[in-house]
């Protein structure tokens, strides 16, 4: 089955600074890639996704990027603010159109935004 | 008010018990879940469900059972409580490919 590598575990940046997330794959099969943020006492909730047939996408501040030869995509925050402090989880799957009872989630990055 | 509601949101329970964690959901999706979240293990599916009929075990169901009991009512059912299962727990819901969480409900088991 599929094993999703998230790191860092833990990630402290200063705030304006930018913040890197990174994930890595196994499954070369895998070409759905969401990105969960989990604020405190609160459920993940998804920030952005990016399927295979793209290398890049982009909400705002926050974008993601696919390298499939090296199976890993990345969760890129730039110009941090206090509000990105939560944990993050990346995520993988075969398909869009297969259920997210498929999906295999990474261990988590806690992101903490020094004032 | 949140579209997936959890109860209760603490637990404490002794070894050996039986609790009972309840989700209800407001947003008319077929599918449902419960998921384990460990520190450093993510998030791990128990169970899921794509309607009342339908109930399926995810990727660590042992120890664990659960009742569709309508669209919008999903629980998870711990016979005989043990203490590794001392963990956050999420009931969720899907349609398309977005999941919605509910706020989680902390179970010690002591």
């Known amino acids: 089955g599929e094993n999703v590598e998230q790191h860092p575990s833990t990630l402290s940046v200063q705030e304006g600074d930018s913040a890197v997330i990174k994930c890595t794959y196994s499954?070369?099969?895998?070409?759905?890639f969401p990105w969960y943020k989990q604020e405190l006492g609160k459920g993940p909730q998804l920030i952005i996704d990016?399927?295979?047939?793209?290398g890049e996408k982009k909400d705002q501040r926050i974008a993601v990027t696919l390298n499939k030869t090296a199976k890993h995509f990345s969760l890129h925050i730039t110009e941090t603010q206090p509000e990105d402090s939560a944990v993050y989880f990346c995520?993988?799957?075969?398909?869009?159109?297969?259920?997210?009872?498929?999906?295999?989630f990474g261990t988590g990055t806690r992101l903490t935004i020094i004032p | 008010d949140a579209d997936v509601t959890q109860t209760p949101r603490n637990r404490i329970t002794k070894t050996g018990k039986r609790i009972m964690l309840e989700c209800s959901q407001t947003?008319?999706?077929?599918?449902m879940y419960w998921y384990r979240q460990d520190p450093g293990l993510g998030l791990r599916l128990i169970y899921y469900?794509?309607?009342?009929?339908?109930?399926n075990k995810g990727e660590i169901s042992d120890g664990y059972s659960v009742s569709r009991q309508a669209q919008a009512k999903f629980s998870l059912s711990l016979e005989s409580a043990i203490p590794n299962q001392t963990a956050l727990y999420f009931c969720?819901?899907?349609?398309?490919?977005?999941?919605?969480f509910g706020e989680g409900s902390w179970l010690t088991v002591v």
């Open positions: 995520a993988a799957r075969r398909s869009p159109n297969f259920g997210n009872e498929k999906l295999t």
């Open positions: 969720a819901t899907s349609a398309g490919n977005t999941i919605y």
């Open positions: 990016i399927r295979s047939n793209v």
């Open positions: 469900s794509f309607d009342v009929k339908d109930i």
């Open positions: 499954d070369s099969a895998s070409n759905y």
């Open positions: 947003k008319g999706h077929d599918r």
